[in-house]
């Protein structure tokens, strides 16, 4: 079956544009989570929803940056007035009951702020 | 605060060699454990978690790590590693009952010589 998805995969913006990233989570999945990669670390938590509800957005950097998640399906992550420090890979997870159970991540988007 | 440390970005084994790679971590109650893989240019995928059950854990492609609360560790392992099990580890944690926010560590990039 399909597995999550992202888009653009890759996406260049220049310093102060808004940006828009997209994740399609697989059908019927109830949890779907943030995570911004920078090089050479680890997924970093932004923010989880649980369908249509937004539960945690304490990873969230300032409020240049927002995300929803209108129908409890697809789920939009915008960044406003981009800056160079947000120039990282963005990736989407999506599952069941979040904690115990496991995430499936889509591919990511890289992003790269000039 | 929950966190996870991953000791050692980089590993090097020779092909057939034991695979051992360390995470320890910290939270305050009792956490759920994972470990996810990432190759090159995909999305990462679970290997094998613990929920509070037994504390060995076997997972997907001989993989296996141990749950030692008073070491507060969950180091995976593999007898003997295979060329294709080149490609980056990932710890993480997230709190039980009914937590949801993911902890990565910093990862650790595996590498097997022929």
């Known amino acids: 079956g399909a597995g999550v998805s992202q888009s653009p995969r890759y996406k260049v913006a220049k310093r102060g544009q808004d940006v828009a990233l997209r994740c399609d989570p697989i059908?019927?999945?109830?949890?779907l989570f943030w995570y911004q990669q920078a090089l050479g670390q680890g997924p970093e938590f932004l923010t989880y929803?649980?369908?249509?509800?937004?539960?945690?957005k304490s990873g969230l950097p300032s409020d240049r940056f927002f995300a929803e998640r209108p129908e409890g399906s697809v789920s939009t992550l915008k960044i406003q007035r981009t800056q160079q420090e947000d120039s990282a890979v963005y990736l989407c997870?999506?599952?069941?009951?979040?904690?115990?159970?496991?995430?499936?991540f889509g591919p990511g988007t890289r992003l790269t702020v000039l | 605060a929950q966190s996870v440390t991953q000791l050692g970005s980089h590993v090097s084994v020779s092909e057939g060699a034991l695979v051992l790679l360390r995470c320890n971590y910290s939270?305050?109650?009792?956490?759920?454990l994972f470990w996810y893989v990432q190759y090159p240019n995909q999305g990462l995928q679970l290997l094998l978690k613990?929920?509070?059950?037994?504390?060995l854990v076997k997972g997907i492609n001989g993989f296996e790590a141990e749950f030692k609360k008073s070491e507060t560790s969950f180091h995976l392992t593999k007898p003997s590693a295979h060329m294709s099990d080149a490609a980056e580890y990932f710890c993480?944690?997230?709190?039980?009952?009914?937590?949801?926010?993911?902890?990565f560590g910093a990862g650790t990039r595996l590498f097997v010589k022929a």
């Open positions: 929803f649980q369908n249509e509800a937004q539960l945690d």
């Open positions: 059908s019927g999945h109830v949890s």
């Open positions: 997870a999506s599952g069941g009951l979040a904690g115990i159970n496991e995430q499936f």
């Open positions: 939270s305050s109650v009792p956490p759920y």
């Open positions: 993480a944690v997230t709190l039980g009952t009914g937590g949801f926010k993911t902890i």
């Open positions: 613990y929920t509070s059950a037994a504390t």
